[in-house]
């Protein structure tokens, strides 16, 4: 028959044992997968944006998507993306992309519905992504800014589904100058190379 004590001895250090391997992977899953949010405040100006002349004029309205494939801001949005191609696409609303200049990446295949422009005047002024940019029927900038502010993106925090709303129902959106905290990535191209 065992001793009290050395049972007693033998749980506690199986239970020590425990702990640290609990916490040895907490530890590694903080290190590997979370990264720490600092508010960043932002200051969206769509003065110098402009549509390609292609597209510029009067039409359907036209939603731009700035985005930074290594900028991990952009995974907070990119479902609630989705959803607003999902709702508003079938709406008349046109959905188009612009990658930060100088990267390398591809949106997820949900958002394969979204059409690249390689161009569009005034981007390489954006201050942050992940970022989006509004022209309404008449081909007038209707909101450039963040989709939210916070560290995630839904429905429930968006700027955007309010803007959309507004214009298909034929009112005018004026917010093209932005300040929020969030979520963000520097968007210009770095000149110390």
């Known amino acids: 028959m065992r001793s009290p004590l050395r049972a007693t001895l033998f749980a506690s250090l199986l239970a020590v044992v425990c702990a640290g391997a609990l916490w040895a992977a907490y530890d590694w899953f903080q290190g590997r997968y979370l990264r720490a949010f600092s508010e960043h405040t932002a200051l969206f100006s ?4 402009r549509l390609p002349d292609t597209l510029a004029g009067p039409g359907a309205i036209r939603l731009v ?19 607003l191609v999902e ?33 569009l005047p005034g981007s390489e002024q ?11 029927r ?6 450039f800014g963040p989709y939210s502010e916070g560290l995630t993106c839904n429905s429930s925090n968006s700027f955007i589904e ?32």
């Open 46 to 49: 769509g003065d110098p944006l």
């Open 87 to 119: 709702q508003y696409a079938p709406q008349g609303v046109e959905f188009y992309s612009v990658q930060k200049p100088g990267s390398h990446g591809q949106l997820p295949g949900n958002l394969s519905r979204l059409k690249t422009l390689s161009v």
């Open 65 to 83: 998507h700035f985005w930074d494939p290594a900028c991990p801001c952009n995974v907070g949005n990119q479902q609630h993306l989705s959803e």
């Open 162 to 193: 309010p803007i959309l709303q507004a214009l298909n129902e034929g009112r005018a959106v004026s917010a093209t100058h932005t300040l929020a905290v969030g979520c963000y990535c520097p968007w210009p191209a770095d000149t110390a190379r």
């Open 126 to 136: 954006v201050p942050a992504s992940p970022a989006v940019a509004i022209w309404d």
């Open 138 to 143: 008449n081909g007038k900038l209707a909101y």
